[in-house]
């Protein structure tokens, strides 16, 4: 599976961004997605994940009710609309993808067995 990531930019704080990443695997639906983000000199930490079956979405506290991530299964693409966005949420965005099979944890990046090349996010403050 190929994952394409775009969208990203410069933003000044309190604007919005939406991400797209488009997967080149036909049986998209099938797969969980998630959304991850690496700051200069941070770790990884999660984002958002959406599963494949239900569409179940899940949220890092930092972004809850500011995020949205969503999917089209019919364009094979995952999106994360981020509003109201701040400094802190600065960093390269990766999205990432996940065969579903027995066991997800969504917030886990060992889980996902794909992962895009990454999106500069920069907010300005």
């Known amino acids: 599976v190929q994952l394409q990531a775009s969208g990203g930019g410069l933003v000044q704080a309190g604007g919005s961004l939406r991400l797209s990443c488009a997967a080149s695997e036909r049986t998209f639906s099938n797969y969980n997605m998630g959304w991850f983000r690496q700051a200069p000199g941070k770790e990884r930490e999660f984002v958002a994940s959406?599963?494949?079956?239900?569409?179940?979405?899940y949220y890092a506290d930092s972004v809850k009710g500011r995020f949205t991530i969503s999917r089209d299964n019919a364009k094979n693409t995952v999106y994360l609309q981020m509003n109201s966005l701040k400094p802190v949420d600065t960093a390269v965005y990766y999205c990432a993808a996940d065969l579903a099979g027995m066991t997800w944890i969504p917030s886990e990046g060992r889980y996902y067995d794909y992962w895009g090349q990454g999106t500069q996010v920069t907010v300005s403050s």
């Open positions: 959406i599963s494949g079956s239900s569409g179940s979405t």
